[in-house]
């Protein structure tokens, strides 16, 4: 029986330690290219589960992650990133990860196999949940077990494998298989089927950012201002999109109470916070259709 192809050896990989530093890096970056193309073959799935994900949070549920080892590195790093990024409240993210988030400088690779913590962090999980689940492998107990509860509790499930026929793709309601190379180092999927998971994770969290109205033309109009820098990027996003200088920004950015969506209406004539929160109610939080009201006004 032969081996899943994360465990197989990548056909270039015989004498590698023999060549020079220079062939070893090509060779490394092919792979992750490589790797990087596999995620287009998904693309379907990806369509489908950032719909689902936008929906649980439209619907005031949570997107809930839960994965082992570097995949649950990249569900960590995805899910941390919606909330600065699209404005997407943190008490709508859950990260369950293998061994708990405490003390990540340790690994805890017999953390993937313990099913019963597994089912006790599922606990958070609720009708209307969307869950993505995620291991190179597609086998590995901690997320399969988490997923298989998610389905009994009536939540959306996306599973996340980059081998093919596995529990994770078989039982999962939006299956994402990212069908990636042999590793260059056998075994080690923190190189090329972690670089796919994590593109795959980005473009369905942007498609879902998209979706829910927090993206327009490319900027971030959800964007959470809690700092100088992302102060001055919203200031530069309402300017942009209005017309306006920067003190008007700057202005309509403090009655806004830091809201770009909001600030970009005040600046376009919306006589007040309160209506301009009403537009964007009506518009379902859709930055462009909210100012087409304000231009009836």
């Not at 409240?89 to 597994?118: C, W």
């Not at 993505?132 to 901690?142: D, E, F, M």
């Not at 700092?227 to 950015?253: H, P, Q, S, W, Y």
């Amino acid at each position: 029986m032969s081996a899943p192809p994360t465990e197989q050896i990548h056909p270039r990989s015989s004498g590698l330690d023999t060549l020079s530093d220079a062939e070893i890096l090509r060779i490394f970056h092919g792979n992750q290219v490589e790797a990087a193309r596999a995620v287009a073959k998904a693309a379907g799935a990806l369509e489908k589960g950032a719909a689902a994900m936008a929906e649980a949070i439209r619907s005031g549920n949570r997107l809930v992650y839960a994965a082992a080892g570097s995949s649950g590195l990249q569900g960590m790093a995805d899910g941390l990133e919606i909330t600065p990024t699209f404005g997407v409240p943190i008490s709508q993210i859950r990260i369950l990860r293998a061994g708990g988030l405490e003390d990540m400088s340790r690994p805890k690779g017999h953390a993937e196999d313990n099913a019963e913590a597994a089912r006790a962090d599922a606990d958070v999980i609720g009708a209307g949940d969307c869950v993505i689940c995620l291991a190179a492998s597609g086998n590995t107990t901690y997320p399969v077990t988490i997923m298989n509860i998610a389905n009994e509790r009536g939540a959306v499930t996306i599973s996340i494998s980059n081998n093919p026929d596995t529990l994770l793709l078989r039982d999962a309601d939006i299956a994402v298989f990212l069908p990636t190379p042999p590793e260059v180092i056998a075994g080690s999927t923190r190189l090329g089927a972690g670089t796919a998971q994590k593109i795959a994770l980005n473009m369905m969290s942007s498609l879902m950012g998209v979706r829910l109205g927090h993206v327009m033309d490319g900027l971030m109009v959800n964007v959470i201002a809690n700092n100088e820098k992302l102060f001055r990027r919203a200031e530069n996003i309402v300017m942009r999109i209005t017309g306006c200088d920067r003190a008007r920004a700057a202005g309509n950015l403090k009655r806004a109470d830091g809201g770009v969506k909001e600030a970009v209406l005040l600046a376009e004539g919306a006589p007040d916070l309160e209506t301009a929160r009403n537009h964007l109610v009506r518009a379902e939080q859709n930055l462009r259709n909210a100012r087409t009201f304000v231009k009836r006004q």
